[in-house]
C-alpha cells in the first residue's frame, strides 16, 4: 500500500468513524493490529484485526 492510498484510507475512516457499529480490518502486517486498536479507541464502534487467511470470519464477524 502506497502513502496516497493510507491518507485516502484515513481520511475516509475519520470521517465516518461514527457511522459504522463494526470495522474489520485484514491484513498480516504487525503495525495493522496497532492501527486498528488505535482506531477501536476513536471511534464509537468496535474494531477489530484479522489476519488474512481469517477474512471469513472478520466477514461474518461484521455481519452479526
Same mark, same amino acid.
Given at each position: 500500500? &502506497?502513502? +496516497?492510498?493510507?491518507?485516502? &484510507?484515513?481520511? !475516509?475512516?475519520? +470521517?465516518?468513524? %461514527?457511522? !459504522?457499529?463494526?470495522?474489520?480490518? @485484514?491484513?498480516?502486517?504487525?503495525?495493522?493490529?496497532?492501527?486498528?486498536?488505535?482506531?477501536?479507541? @476513536?471511534?464509537?464502534?468496535?474494531?477489530?484485526? !484479522?489476519?488474512?487467511? &481469517?477474512? @471469513?470470519?472478520? !466477514? %461474518?464477524?461484521?455481519?452479526?
Amino acid at each position: 500500500m &502506497d502513502v +496516497s492510498a493510507i491518507l485516502k &484510507d484515513t481520511i !475516509f475512516a475519520m +470521517s465516518h468513524r %461514527n457511522d !459504522f457499529k463494526k470495522m474489520a480490518a @485484514v491484513g498480516d502486517q504487525a503495525w495493522e493490529d496497532w492501527v486498528a486498536r488505535a482506531a477501536d479507541v @476513536v471511534t464509537e464502534g468496535e474494531v477489530r484485526h !484479522f489476519q488474512y487467511y &481469517d477474512k @471469513v470470519e472478520a !466477514f %461474518n464477524w461484521v455481519r452479526e
